[in-house]
């Protein structure tokens, strides 16, 4: 399992681009199995999850060929609706399949994620919607049958906000018989990404972007071939500007969404950060030592739960007492008792985390337990003294890109080591 050794203490300077967005990509990915037409992405991030996915994809029969990030995709020809167990075991957006699967073929047998390190993550809200629009879903066996001649279009009202929930009955409902209204969408910038490219590919959607989603549904997405770009990443643009503010240094990130960050900017600029932005960068500089921050996770445009993590290594070391209320995921501080190995001082107290901000943190051995836990511990490595080695990096491989060669660039020591 590979490693990484990192030597803190250095502050971070330069400019990093910004890779597409993961969280994007992957329900864009399963979006093709709507269409015959053939659809090619671009700025799609190379990361394990994405090679999960069109694994997954190749299994159910599309075709794909990439170059650099650039993916040419072909999904008219389908020879499976299965969505075996081995994969959506290592990546929950699996489930992403189950709403155009269904309803471009008729059926779709998808097996069940089950829970996760950051909670139970259930996905009862993807399989009620299904039915509303006229499924015949069963469990068995560990695996969601989901069966229907032709989704009727329904008002869906959803109990919680879940994005890919709202991705899923979206993707299902383009192709539904009638109106679909989605009510208490999920407001995310991806969920937008998504609808996006389905309007591209000739779908009916309005209310993009906000709580209520309209789709009229058609007969079929068969139109010329498409081209789509993948929005940026909000989540990695969050994490490398923290570095930046960790490390007392000056990062501009360039390739990026800037609006989409508004919740996490406010919270660096009260960490005591410079902040400027144009178009499609962002740049951060930190002079001083951080003032502590409290905030609680909320659905977007609150502040993400994907951040959580990064802003709680910043906390560590902030002048003060900064306070974090998780709210989306019951499980989401394995990282506080990691980072406490390398001398913080967090409280958990349920789902709130105290965290008084220290003078230094100290390298020490530690253990990535999910995907935005490791890359606070980078964060907290890049500023602590002397040497980390962090095991189980490849939840980091799951969601960021060559994250070695873009830190080891802006001057972090930096090293990935193979056992
Ligand atoms: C997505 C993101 C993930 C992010 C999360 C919250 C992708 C691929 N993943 O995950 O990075 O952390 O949004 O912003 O986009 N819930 C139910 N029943 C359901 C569905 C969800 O109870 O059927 C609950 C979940 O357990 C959780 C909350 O709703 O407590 C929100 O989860 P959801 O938005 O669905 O997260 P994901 O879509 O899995």
């Known amino acids: 399992m590979d490693k990484f050794l990192i030597?803190?203490?250095?502050?971070?300077?330069g400019e990093v681009k910004i890779s597409g967005a993961k969280n994007a990509a992957l329900p864009i990915l399963a979006a093709t199995l709507l269409t015959e037409t053939p659809v090619t992405l671009t700025n799609v991030p190379e990361l394990r999850d994405i090679s999960t996915m069109l694994k997954l994809l190749s299994g159910l029969g599309v075709e794909h060929c990439s170059q650099d990030s650039t993916l040419q995709i072909d999904a008219s020809q389908l020879r499976s609706s299965l969505a075996p167990y081995e994969l959506v075991r290592t990546m929950r957006a699996s489930i992403l399949v189950l709403g155009p699967l269904l309803a471009r073929t008729g059926q779709a047998v998808v097996s069940l994620?089950?829970?996760?390190a950051i909670g139970a993550r259930p996905v009862d809200l993807h399989l009620?919607?299904?039915?509303?629009?006229?499924?015949e879903v069963e469990v068995q066996g560990g695996y969601i049958h989901a069966r229907a001649k032709k989704l009727k279009g329904c008002r869906l009202v959803l109990d919680q906000i879940t994005v890919t929930g709202t991705e899923n009955l979206m993707m299902a409902a383009v192709l539904a018989q009638g109106r679909t209204i989605i009510e208490n969408a999920a407001r995310e910038p991806e969920v937008a990404d998504l609808a996006r490219f389905l309007i591209k590919l000739g779908a009916?959607?309005?209310g993009v972007g906000t709580e209520t989603l309209e789709i009229e549904g058609v007969e079929a997405l068969d139109g010329d071939p498409v081209e789509y770009e993948i929005m940026p990443d909000r989540i990695e643009t969050g994490t490398f500007l923290t570095a930046a503010a960790i490390t007392g240094g000056r990062i501009r990130t360039t390739h990026t969404c800037p609006h989409t960050l508004d919740a996490v900017l406010e919270k660096l600029k009260e960490a005591g950060a410079e902040i400027s932005q144009g178009?499609?960068?962002i740049e951060l500089?930190?002079?001083s030592r951080p003032q502590a921050i409290s905030f609680h996770t909320a659905p977007y445009p609150g502040f993400p739960t994907d951040m959580q993590a990064q802003l709680m290594a910043?906390?560590?070391?902030?002048?003060?007492?900064?306070?974090?209320?998780?709210?989306?995921?019951e499980n989401r501080f394995m990282h506080a008792l990691e980072l406490r190995r390398m001398g913080a001082d967090i409280t958990l107290e349920g789902h709130t985390a105290i965290c008084k901000g220290?003078?230094?943190?100290q390298g020490a051995p530690v253990c990535a337990s999910d995907l935005r836990a490791s890359a606070s511990l980078v964060l907290a490595a890049l500023a602590a003294e002397g040497e980390t080695v962090i095991d189980r990096i490849y939840h980091i491989d799951r969601g960021y890109e060559r994250i070695e060669a873009k830190l080891a660039r802006l001057g972090a020591i930096i090293e990935r080591v193979h056992e």
Request: with cysteine; charged share 15%; net charge positive.
């Open 358 to 361: 220290v003078d230094k943190l």
């Open 314 to 329: 910043l906390n560590c070391l902030a002048h003060g007492v900064g306070i974090i209320t998780e709210t989306i995921f």
């Open 7 to 13: 030597r803190g203490g250095r502050a971070l300077s």
């Open 204 to 206: 009916h959607i309005s």
């Open 279 to 281: 178009s499609d960068w």
């Open 285 to 287: 500089t930190q002079r």
């Open 113 to 116: 994620p089950g829970g996760c």
């Open 128 to 135: 009620k919607g299904l039915v509303a629009l006229g499924a």
